[in-house]
């Protein structure tokens, strides 16, 4: 039986400002839009995720991503980390439960965007929700992170 996923992004966006700032944000959100259209509409995600990494990597000004999908079955979440090395073909899959143990999870439950300024401090995990703990298959999964 064929496994099929679905694949979210979610942008927020603060209000327009004037001038150039308004400007920039437009583009900003354009272009991520077009990242994001390429990758729902891929049959693909591995290839498509490939296909996008550099001009994700530099729009974001960062050096890893992760694409986060919804597994049909309703009890994982797939994340899939790209990025760090331009001749890795492969990007590494990370399942986490779709459940308030894991960030992921939480974040995809609850509907809110987290900041945390330490992921391994339990406390600080905690104070969001009880449950919440660091996965450290994520820490593990690319030297360097």
């Keep these: 039986m064929?496994?099929?996923a679905t694949t979210e992004?979610?942008?927020e966006t603060p209000p327009a400002q004037s001038g150039g700032q308004a400007g920039?944000?437009?583009e900003f959100v354009t272009q991520l839009s077009k990242i994001y259209q390429r990758l729902k509409y891929s049959k693909?995600?591995?290839s498509a995720m490939k296909e996008?990494?550099?001009d994700l990597l530099d729009l974001l000004g960062v050096r890893l991503f992760t694409i986060y999908q919804s597994v049909d079955n309703g009890k994982e979440i797939h994340a899939s980390i790209k990025g760090?090395?331009?001749?890795d073909d492969d990007s590494i899959v990370i399942r986490v439960p779709f459940s308030t143990t894991?960030?992921?999870g939480y974040v995809a439950l609850s509907q809110r965007a987290l900041v945390i300024k330490n992921?391994?401090?339990s406390e600080e995990l905690t104070d969001i929700h009880p449950r919440l703990q660091f996965d450290s298959s994520f820490s593990d999964a690319r030297v360097g992170m």
């Design 2 to 4: 064929a496994e099929t």
């Design 24 to 26: 920039q944000k437009d």
């Design 102 to 104: 894991s960030l992921a």
């Design 52 to 54: 996008v990494e550099q």
């Design 9 to 11: 992004v979610e942008v």
């Design 84 to 87: 760090g090395d331009p001749n």
């Design 119 to 121: 992921v391994k401090d």
């Design 44 to 46: 693909k995600l591995k």
